[in-house]
């Protein structure tokens, strides 16, 4: 019995070492989420910084558009009057790296198949089949021509 209540000790020490955060949260970039006590960083992704502008055709013509405020907007889009979940996935002392979900949909997964981010190749491999799903399907920054993000695979 004393193991029993051992294991279950171990088990519920390590269940609050992985939640990162949970409840409501707003996108302060297209990969950062901040929820009341804390930011957090979507793992294995990069999004386009707020400022960052790109290109996508319009009427045989480029025109720049303000991509990474798009990501910003879809993320907010995703988290809206939702309760948000966060599992720690790879957090240091400086900074959470969670895999973050909203009614049951990972974030990250949801961000680089709608093109507004692109899999972090430095952290995992976990999105690169979504990032090439929207390559393909010329969504989001895919429409165009972009710089990609630090650590993201590009075009």
């Known amino acids: 019995m004393a193991v029993a209540w051992l294991v279950l000790i171990c088990l519920l020490s390590s269940w609050s070492a992985l939640a990162a955060a ?8 297209g990969d950062t989420l901040a929820f009341a006590d804390r930011r957090v960083d979507l793992f294995a992704i990069v999004a386009p910084a707020p400022q ?8 045989q013509r480029q025109r ?7 990501a910003t907007a879809f993320l907010n889009s995703l988290v809206a009057g939702r309760s948000v979940f966060c599992i720690d996935e790879d957090s240091g002392a400086d900074i959470v790296r969670a895999t973050c979900f909203a009614d049951g949909r990972d974030l990250g997964r949801a961000m680089v198949r709608a093109g507004w981010a692109l899999a972090d190749r430095r952290q995992s491999d976990r999105y690169v089949r979504d990032e090439e799903v929207a390559r393909r399907d010329k969504v989001g920054l895919w429409v165009g021509a972009f710089e990609p993000p630090t650590g993201g695979a590009g075009q």
């Open 52 to 59: 960052q502008v790109c290109r996508e055709w319009v009427r």
């Open 22 to 29: 949970g409840g409501r949260a707003g996108a302060v970039d």
């Open 64 to 70: 720049d558009y303000r991509c990474g405020a798009h």
